[in-house]
């Protein structure tokens, strides 16, 4: 993509430079960079230059401009291909569809599924039985309701895009393991804690193995960074899994994927399962189709965690 670079600015614009946040001392290089720019058809990555602090730059941009060298830098890099066009390169179908987002990058875009908007758990049942969902849902967020055991999703699902929030009340007690205690399985392919869980955590100042803080894949992948709030403060994961695929006779074909934000802080980058997180033994993989989102609810005493704004973006998978 290519930028017109309009005509150079008169002195009383160069005048309002001071306003700028670069500052009056950008200035001088700034009349040397509009000159070197006036002349040129750049791509849009040339706008760096008006972000640059340095005088010493636009002095060397100057310098260019005169020797003749700058031209020589805005030649666009010869192709490849003897006589290929731009257009040969360009892709027009198929047009991606139309995605409204939310009103705010956590609110669901138009095409998610909602999982939990604040009102009820209908989209939820108990893990154990299948009956609806036990957790408490008030002012707006469900909570742990640890005798109910786990809940998971009513539907179930292959690949997606997953966004929920969590809270680790202000009051959290314990320590390692044992503090805020939860987890996202982004398939529960079983009973009880089967499946491949994202841990949840307080990871705020709590030390434990890396591979089964906030974060982890468990047992299976620390973080890439600890992005944790202190308790308290809403958190966010925003996950992609890729979910594995399986031979008919139920040889894995493709592993499974994750990745996965913290707050905004990646945390997982396509990381590779060797199969089931396990609390005790060697991950294996189960062969299953599609399943259930399910969250945890951890036998620790501390309490209960509390959950917001759940939903998932199916996805064709790859
Ligand atoms: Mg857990």
Not at 203 to 208: A, D, L, Q
Request: proline share 8%.
């Amino acid at each position: 993509m290519k930028t017109k670079i309009g005509p150079r600015k008169t002195r009383k614009e160069h005048g309002k430079r001071a306003a700028e946040p670069w500052g009056a001392s950008d200035d001088r290089a700034g009349g040397a960079i509009d000159r070197f720019r006036a002349d040129l058809e750049l791509p849009c990555s040339f706008r760096v230059f008006r972000g640059f602090r340095s005088t010493w730059l636009g002095a060397a941009c100057a310098v260019l401009a005169s020797s003749g060298a700058a031209s020589a830098m805005a030649q666009a890099v010869p192709s490849n291909v003897p006589g290929a066009k731009p257009q040969d390169t360009e892709q027009w179908t198929p047009v991606p569809p139309v995605v409204t987002p939310g009103a705010t990058s956590t609110a669901p875009p138009s095409d998610a599924i909602v999982l939990f908007d604040g009102k009820d758990l209908h989209e939820w049942v108990n893990t154990r039985d299948k009956a609806p969902a036990g957790w408490s849902v008030a002012n707006g967020v469900m909570t742990v309701e640890k005798k109910a055991g786990n809940i998971e999703t009513r539907r179930s699902f292959k690949n997606y895009q997953l966004h929920l929030e969590w809270r680790v009340p202000v009051n959290v007690t314990g320590s390692g393991q044992a503090r805020g205690n939860s987890g996202v399985f982004l398939a529960s392919t079983g009973p009880a804690d089967a499946g491949y869980e994202l841990q949840i955590l307080d990871s705020y100042k709590n030390e434990t193995y890396v591979n089964g803080q906030a974060g982890s894949l468990y047992k299976q992948y620390p973080p890439l960074a600890n992005a944790a709030r202190p308790p308290g403060q809403w958190q966010s994961y925003d996950v992609i899994w890729t979910a594995p695929t399986f031979a008919a006779d139920g040889a894995v074909k493709t592993k499974a994927r994750v990745t996965a934000f913290h707050n905004g802080v990646l945390i997982q980058d396509d990381a590779v399962l060797a199969g089931e997180t396990l609390y005790i033994g060697k991950p294996t993989y189960k062969a299953y189709d599609r399943a259930p989102i399910k969250l945890q609810a951890h036998g620790d005493p501390s309490p209960p965690l509390s959950f917001r704004n759940i939903w998932v973006r199916e996805l064709p998978g790859k």
